[in-house]
């Protein structure tokens, strides 16, 4: 059974950081690796949409415009580790951040229908 639990959410200051972690838990190593790995928020009123995610390979990463520039991804080296490194915060950053797992891989990777599985979400909130 593949689970994703998604943490690290909570109060911050714009222009502060968070860092948020989704754990992959389930699977083994080789049958995680076919799968791509991404973030989305869902802010109050809005619909889901893709933050950052792994492409094809891990060497390739997708971004939302809104985000360029202050977040990152990452991952540890078993892989079952992803994070999301936010920095500058800004009060329209808020919402609740979710990790999802899609197979096959794709460059197309910020497009939520692509994904099979979800975490449940953190809560980010930010504040001037």
């Known amino acids: 059974q593949f689970f994703l639990v998604d943490s690290g959410g909570g109060p911050a200051q714009a222009g502060g950081s968070l860092r948020l972690s989704c754990l992959v838990s389930?699977?083994?190593?080789?049958?995680?690796?076919?799968?791509?790995i991404g973030w989305f928020r869902e802010a109050p009123g809005k619909e889901r949409e893709g933050v950052l995610c792994?492409?094809?390979?891990?060497?390739?990463?997708y971004y939302s415009d809104s985000v360029k520039g202050r977040f990152s991804l990452s991952r540890n080296l078993l892989g079952n580790m992803v994070y999301l490194e936010m920095t500058n915060l800004k009060p329209e950053d808020t919402g609740v951040y979710y990790c999802?797992?899609?197979?096959?891989?794709?460059?197309?990777?910020?497009?939520?229908?692509?994904?099979?599985?979800w975490g449940r979400g953190t809560q980010v909130d930010v504040s001037n």
């Open positions: 999802a797992a899609a197979r096959p891989r794709s460059n197309d990777c910020l497009a939520a229908s692509k994904y099979q599985y």
């Open positions: 792994f492409g094809e390979s891990d060497k390739e990463t």
């Open positions: 389930g699977v083994t190593v080789d049958v995680l690796s076919l799968y791509g």
